[in-house]
């Protein structure tokens, strides 16, 4: 039965990273908030973010209606800050993805004109630093949005607090901005859930460059996954060194089955 368990656990917690990506497209928020809710975790804007509707402006080119979150300057200027994003429980942590297309569309005259313009996204990390990535975006018409992807060397695996979106410059007075699909890679609540793992087992170093040591009060067998949930290490036993050098950098999982169910935990490997 323990092994069933077992077995069920781990396919769990498989799925689990596979399906880790969590979608917002504001069709459940009405028109004029400014807060949102994704995979149960509230979000708040500020400044000039809110949520619009408009017939036929959407991501796919569907028709219909569609709802986004979007802003304009109501002084019409064409630099500075448009507002941010972040959760209202400010424990609560998440990760933009780096593999998904991000969903925008810039324009002018609170959306009257197409435009061109170089936005800063900047993301105010767990640990409050600051990491930046200027990215130029151009609408063609007043029907499709546009696509971009953040740079995994700048975001993927970077906790964050907050997330700032800027004007920097622009050629031909972008002053209003729409964001959809906005997709993310985790949220989460760390107190909740790190909380009984750190009672229970401890992972040092982490980061790490290779060998790992995990300390617990009684031996579990340990499981290692990626990031797209494959078993890429298992250990018998914990207190002792696991090796994890011939794996390639990037962001894993530890696993180990207890009695008061499946514990995880995040590692880097540099």
Same mark, same amino acid.
């Given at each position: 039965?323990?092994?069933? &368990?077992?077995?069920? %656990?781990?396919?769990?917690? %498989?799925?689990?990273?596979?399906?880790?990506?969590?979608?917002?497209?504001?069709?459940?928020?009405?028109?004029?908030?400014?807060?949102?809710?994704?995979?149960?975790?509230?979000?708040?804007?500020?400044?000039?973010?809110? &949520?619009?509707?408009?017939?036929?402006?959407?991501?796919?080119?569907?028709?219909?209606?569609?709802?986004?979150?979007?802003?304009?300057?109501?002084?019409?200027?064409?630099?500075?800050?448009?507002?941010?994003?972040?959760?209202?429980?400010?424990?609560?942590?998440?990760?933009?993805?780096?593999?998904?297309?991000?969903?925008?569309?810039?324009?002018?005259?609170?959306?009257?004109?197409?435009?061109?313009?170089?936005?800063?996204?900047?993301?105010?990390?767990?640990?409050?630093?600051?990491?930046?990535?200027?990215?130029?975006?151009?609408?063609?018409?007043?029907?499709?949005?546009?696509?971009?992807?953040?740079?995994?060397?700048?975001?993927?695996?970077?906790?964050?607090?907050?997330?700032?979106?800027?004007?920097?410059?622009?050629?031909?007075?972008?002053?209003?901005?729409? &964001?959809?699909?906005?997709?993310?890679?985790?949220? %989460?609540?760390?107190?909740?859930?790190?909380?009984?793992?750190?009672?229970?087992?401890?992972?040092?170093?982490?980061?790490?460059?290779?060998?790992?040591?995990?300390?617990?009060?009684?031996?579990?067998?340990?499981?290692?996954?990626?990031?797209?949930?494959?078993?890429?290490?298992?250990?018998?036993?914990?207190?002792?060194?696991?090796?994890? %050098?011939?794996?390639?950098?990037?962001?894993?999982?530890?696993?180990?089955?207890?009695?008061?169910?499946?514990?995880?935990?995040?590692?880097?490997?540099?």
């Amino acid at each position: 039965m323990k092994q069933k &368990i077992l077995l069920f %656990s781990i396919f769990l917690f %498989s799925s689990m990273l596979l399906n880790a990506q969590f979608t917002v497209d504001f069709e459940d928020q009405e028109v004029g908030d400014t807060s949102f809710t994704v995979n149960g975790f509230e979000f708040k804007m500020t400044d000039d973010f809110l &949520i619009s509707e408009f017939d036929d402006f959407s991501c796919d080119g569907s028709v219909g209606p569609n709802k986004y979150m979007d802003t304009g300057y109501l002084d019409q200027a064409s630099s500075g800050v448009l507002g941010s994003i972040a959760p209202v429980n400010p424990v609560v942590l998440f990760q933009m993805s780096v593999t998904s297309p991000q969903c925008a569309w810039p324009g002018s005259g609170d959306g009257e004109h197409v435009s061109t313009g170089v936005f800063r996204f900047t993301g105010l990390t767990a640990d409050d630093n600051m990491i930046f990535e200027e990215i130029e975006l151009t609408s063609d018409n007043f029907t499709d949005h546009t696509t971009f992807t953040f740079a995994d060397t700048i975001w993927q695996g970077v906790d964050l607090k907050n997330l700032e979106m800027e004007i920097v410059s622009t050629s031909d007075s972008t002053d209003y901005f729409v &964001i959809d699909n906005l997709t993310f890679e985790t949220i %989460s609540d760390p107190t909740s859930t790190n909380n009984l793992a750190k009672t229970l087992f401890d992972i040092s170093p982490n980061p790490t460059n290779g060998i790992i040591r995990i300390t617990t009060l009684e031996n579990m067998e340990v499981n290692i996954y990626n990031n797209l949930g494959a078993l890429v290490k298992t250990a018998l036993n914990t207190n002792q060194d696991i090796d994890l %050098s011939i794996l390639p950098a990037g962001i894993y999982f530890v696993s180990l089955l207890h009695e008061e169910g499946l514990i995880t935990r995040k590692i880097i490997k540099q």
